[in-house]
């Protein structure tokens, strides 16, 4: 047989096996315990407006919660596993130190009422991603599908998180890069950005822009003067009291809306990592883009947060469902092992 015909055959067999390999994605879907757990998001929705209601900063706290998981392996949970004596899981790594308890607290009540209902099948990563979801919506944000059938990460470690998951301060180009390895353009990191019109920050992730600044000023000059002379007053006391924050948005702050990127343009931005989207061109246009045009801004949020559900999606062997989120079932598995044979 000739060559070129051996070759094109060859050609042929590897197109049609690589066509017939499933994607991830598509071993998901949006009614994927329609049977198996049909009051999936009965559920959900009861536990977060619950919460919601009784602790309006459950949104921005779950929301950030969910980025910071997603960036780490992708979003497989792997954020709400616990610390023991043979491994430093991601949460303790001092990035994630100012997370708000709402945020894993919502998640842990919904799988205890989702186990009670139907054991065993809803993973605490699907959990986290409709409950970010819904959670959005119910302040005013977009809807978009989420696609279920996730399972929870393995491994959770606390190295894995510097490289991974932005500081108040990381610059625009390692931003850039961050985003661009979990294959976000860099309209979709200002987009994601958005996130930041909800929630608060602690002073001290900012106190080095309003004391000290400079020889020649207090406060950055980036900054509204009226703006940093009242973050100034706000966070007089943050070394005594590191509780002490401020909202993101200081204009709408328990609103989802485009005042992220208004703010930005009147010298309101909180922390230095949204000040970095004002200052380079490339990505100042979507600032602006955003700013005059919330509909747009909804449209590329939602389709960006959809694009970070699935990104490095567990399935299969690859994954579990956690019995407990903040546990590897094996852990478990070990613990009842040891507890029966010292008993």
Do not use: W
Request: proline share 3%; with cysteine; charged share 20%.
């Amino acid at each position: 047989m000739a060559l070129f015909p051996l070759l094109l055959i060859l050609l042929q067999c590897l197109s049609t096996t690589l066509f017939l390999v499933p994607s991830v994605e598509s071993n998901l879907s949006v009614d994927y315990y329609n049977k198996t757990c049909p009051k999936f998001h009965e559920i959900v929705t009861r536990i977060i407006s619950e919460r919601q209601i009784a602790t309006p900063t459950t949104a921005a706290a779950i929301l950030r919660l969910y980025f910071h998981d997603c960036m780490v392996r992708g979003c497989d949970a792997s954020l709400l596993i616990a610390s023991n004596d043979f491994n430093k899981a991601e949460r303790d790594h001092d990035i994630n130190a100012s997370l708000s308890g709402d945020g894993f607290d919502v998640v842990i009540r919904a799988k205890t009422s989702l186990e009670l209902e139907c054991p065993g099948v809803v993973s605490c990563s699907d959990i986290l991603s409709v409950a970010t979801r819904d959670l959005i919506t119910m302040v005013g944000g977009p809807f978009y599908e989420v696609n279920l059938g996730r399972k929870d990460g393995l491994v959770s470690l606390a190295s894995e998180v510097e490289a991974s998951v932005a500081r108040a301060n990381t610059s625009l180009p390692r931003l850039v890069t961050m985003f661009g390895s979990k294959g976000l353009t860099i309209q979709e990191l200002v987009a994601l950005s958005g996130a930041h019109t909800i929630g608060f920050s602690h002073c001290d992730q900012f106190a080095y822009r309003i004391f000290n600044f400079s020889a020649t000023s207090q406060t950055d000059p980036a900054y509204n003067k009226r703006y940093g002379d009242g973050l100034r007053q706000l966070c007089a006391d943050y070394i005594k009291d590191p509780t002490m924050a401020a909202f993101n948005d200081v204009i709408t702050p328990g609103k989802f809306d485009n005042m992220y990127y208004v703010n930005l343009l009147n010298g309101l931005g909180l922390l230095e990592s949204d000040q970095a989207l004002l200052n380079d061109p490339k990505t100042r246009k979507f600032v602006e883009l955003y700013a005059a045009n919330q509909t747009a801004f909804f449209n590329d949020f939602a389709n960006a947060m959809k694009k970070v559900s699935v990104t490095e999606v567990k399935t299969g062997k690859e994954g579990e469902i956690r019995h407990r989120c903040d546990t590897f079932n094996q852990l478990i598995v070990t613990k009842g092992l040891n507890s029966s044979k010292g008993a």
